[in-house]
C-alpha cells in the first residue's frame, strides 16, 4: 500500500481569464498548478496561501475550493496525492519566487494548455472553468513524460548544421 501525501494547489486566474501554470526545477517537469506539500498542523487555505506566496511573490485571493483530487499512482514508486484545489484571481504581476524550486511561470488559455500538462491539472483547471465546486474525485497519473529541456544543448549533429547555415 502507497502512503498518502497532502497537498494543495490553486487555479488562479487573472482578469483576461488566463490560469496560471509552472513548472519545477527537477522531475518530470510537467506544467501544473502552482501549490505544494502542506506541512504538518497546517490547514489546507493555510498551506495554498504560503505557498504560492513563496513560489509566486503575490497575495492571491483565495475565491472558493473547486475539489479534493486524490492522484493515484498506479503502484510506482511515488506516494498517492490528496490535493485541496482552491480557485483563486490575481490582479497583480507574479514572478518566479523560488528560482531553486520553480522553473517557469505562464498564463494559459484555458482552452489552450500545454500537451505535458499534469493530470490533476487538467482535471482540476476544467472543473473550475465549468463553475464546479465541490468536486470530489480520483485521477490517475499520467505515464512519466520524455520530454526534452528547452535549455539542453543540441547534438552535435543540429550544431554542425546551425553553423554552416550561419557561415554558408
Known sequence: MNSLTSAVAAVITDPAGRVLLHQHNSGHRQWGLPGGKMHLDESPLHAVVRD???????????ESVVGLYQL???????PDLLVYVFRGSVDCEVTVNTPGRIRHLSWRDPSA?????????RRAIADAVAGRAGVVCV?????????PDAT????????EALAEALLG
Open 113 to 121: 494548455l500545454p500537451a505535458n500538462v499534469t493530470a490533476t491539472a
Open 72 to 78: 493515484h499512482s498506479d503502484g510506482g514508486d511515488l
Open 152 to 159: 539542453e544543448l543540441p547534438t552535435q549533429g543540429a550544431t
Open 52 to 62: 504560492l506566496r513563496e513560489e509566486i511573490g503575490a497575495d492571491v485571493t483565495m
Open 139 to 147: 485521477v490517475h497519473r499520467d505515464a512519466e513524460p520524455e520530454i
